[in-house]
């Protein structure tokens, strides 16, 4: 948009048409903004909000608000339901900072099923400069029933639509707003956000220039049907179930197998795929008890380790990996991932009785993909659209990580590099694996760290990200720092100094 010149500078005429955008006054200031006129777009509400003054509609642990929220700056809220189907009802927010906007769009994912706005990952935008947009993704709430069955066209808004149009509104109103385009989009989100990224990259590679892929979701078919297979492989016969009070035995054994593989004791795997350790290691030499485990379970560990194949002995997913024994409740715990089990039961057999205990991982896989595969799966390789344009792909994945198994990551990032080469790759993509990190945060490992700094140093800078700098915080304070390592690369103890200090790494591929 080129605003027109005109006697009063804080009014600007909207003239774009390629957004379908009409004619109106006034659109400078916050409250202006609900006379914006969009395709397929009903601005809802925009209001002027306080420092300090925002409250989330969603209620928090124990209904607080997070501390974040109290330390916002002032900023313009945005409201939007979008429409770009006779089925579809996407909400949206868009924050604009009312002073000391950067000039950029930080849009933010999403978790699991969505269902809601991410108003947390919204307020760290803001709160660094960023006007910021996120989506319910087009349906309200978390339970899938409730628009999966009969609602085609919310699935798709689900699987990759609202995103789109959700970023193609939100610099809409940004122009609106400010009288000019941001300078520079970025897409930011782990797990369901990952798969968004993802999705983004493939799909529309004009609508960002830097985008996070954390922990991604994006091979959703084998994805899910492996957590459900997890569940099935400690569930069909319950000799097999791994009590949660084992799961520290059968983590400390790993570590004392593997922890000193990476030259430093650490209490944390820096490349479990170096591990070899065998739960049979733990095998109960008479009865059961609380520090062994029987023949079925170490049957089981071993399963989870290695994940799903076909009759042939073919991988059809990756294993979890050594190291993130802690977590195993995740998926194999008293009952499945209710987002798998719910995948698997209203998108693949739209049937609220089918039973996990029945999936068969070659079957079941294969009847997923030739369903829905190719609407919800995001796992083309083909970013050569999204670099040709200058757009930066960071990806990042805990290697502790007990929902979404990690090597799904590199998977997809060596699916880029042998389509488009390792050059090609390199100049515009790289993957973090981060040691000890679950799933998008935590752990024992260093998972502190700020992706969107070195993604915008990357975009605006040239400068690409060869180390990123992470901190391991405990109880407020940090007490480890560490490099991550764009892969295959790892973190190198140099020999000398403190082993809890970044400076005394490098970055090798060993």
């Known amino acids: 948009m080129v605003p027109l010149a005109m006697t009063r500078p804080t009014t600007i005429l909207v003239t774009i048409t390629a957004f379908g955008i009409a004619p109106i006054f006034g659109a400078s200031t916050c409250e202006n903004l609900t006379a914006l006129k969009l395709k397929n777009t009903s601005i809802t509400m925009a209001e002027s909000v306080a ?26 809220r945005v409201a939007a339901t979008l429409t770009p189907s006779s089925d579809s009802e996407i909400k949206i927010e868009v924050w604009l900072p009312a002073t000391g906007w950067n000039g950029n769009l930080q849009s933010v994912g999403n978790g699991a099923w969505a269902g809601s706005i991410s108003y947390p990952a919204m307020a760290t935008a803001l709160a660094a400069g960023y006007a910021t947009a996120s989506t319910d993704t087009g349906h309200s709430g978390g339970n899938p029933a409730t628009f999966i069955p009969a609602h085609p066209e919310k699935v798709i808004d689900f699987e990759y639509r ?23 989009s970025y897409w930011n989100g782990c797990s369901t956000g990952g798969r968004q990224a993802l999705a983004e990259a493939q799909r529309y590679a004009a609508d960002y220039d830097g985008i996070i892929a954390g ?60 591990c070899r350790f065998d739960p049979e290691k733990l095998l109960c030499k008479d009865a059961d008890g609380p520090s062994c485990l029987t023949a079925p379970q170490v049957q089981a560990a071993r399963q989870l380790y290695a994940g799903p194949a076909d009759s042939r002995g073919k991988s059809l997913f990756p294993g979890l990996e050594r190291g993130s024994e802690t977590g195993w409740a995740t998926l194999s715990g008293t009952r499945p991932m209710a987002l798998a089990d719910e995948t698997y039961k209203f998108l693949v057999f739209q049937d609220a ?16 993909d030739q369903k829905v595969g190719a609407t919800v ?20 994945h805990g290697w502790a990580d007990p929902g979404i198994p990690p090597q799904n990551s590199v998977s997809y990032y060596k699916s880029v590099v042998e389509k488009l080469g390792p050059s090609a790759t390199s100049n515009s993509m790289r993957l973090f694996m981060v040691p000890g990190m679950g799933h998008c945060q935590g752990g024992d490992g260093t998972s502190t760290f700020s992706m969107i700094n070195a993604l915008s140093t990357w975009v605006e800078q040239g400068k690409a990200p060869d180390r990123i700098e992470a901190s391991r915080v405990r109880n407020g304070k940090t007490d480890r720092t560490r490099p991550l390592c764009p892969y295959p690369q790892v973190a190198v103890y140099n020999g000398s100094g403190s082993t809890d200090e970044s400076a005394n790494f490098s970055c090798k591929v060993q």
């Open 51 to 76: 420092a300090g003054a925002f409250t989330s509609p969603l209620p928090g642990p124990q209904g607080k608000q997070p501390q974040s929220f109290a330390n916002l700056p002032a900023f313009c």
């Open 162 to 184: 609202s995103v789109h149009e959700m970023t193609v509104a939100a610099k809409a109103i940004i122009n609106a707003r400010y009288g000019n385009d941001p300078k520079y």
């Open 215 to 274: 922990a991604a979701a994006n091979y959703v078919t084998h994805l899910q049907g492996a957590q459900v297979w997890s569940a099935a492989v400690v569930h069909k016969d319950e000799a097999s179930y791994i009590p949660p009070a084992k799961y520290a035995i059968l983590h400390a054994a790993v570590l004392e197998a593997c922890d000193a593989l990476d030259g430093v004791k650490d209490g944390v795997l820096e490349n479990p795929t170096k």
């Open 353 to 368: 009785n089918w039973n996990y205990l029945t999936f068969n991982a070659e079957r079941d896989m294969a009847v997923a």
């Open 377 to 396: 799966n995001s796992i083309d390789p083909n970013l050569k659209p999204l670099f040709d344009r200058g757009g930066k792909l960071l990806m990042y």
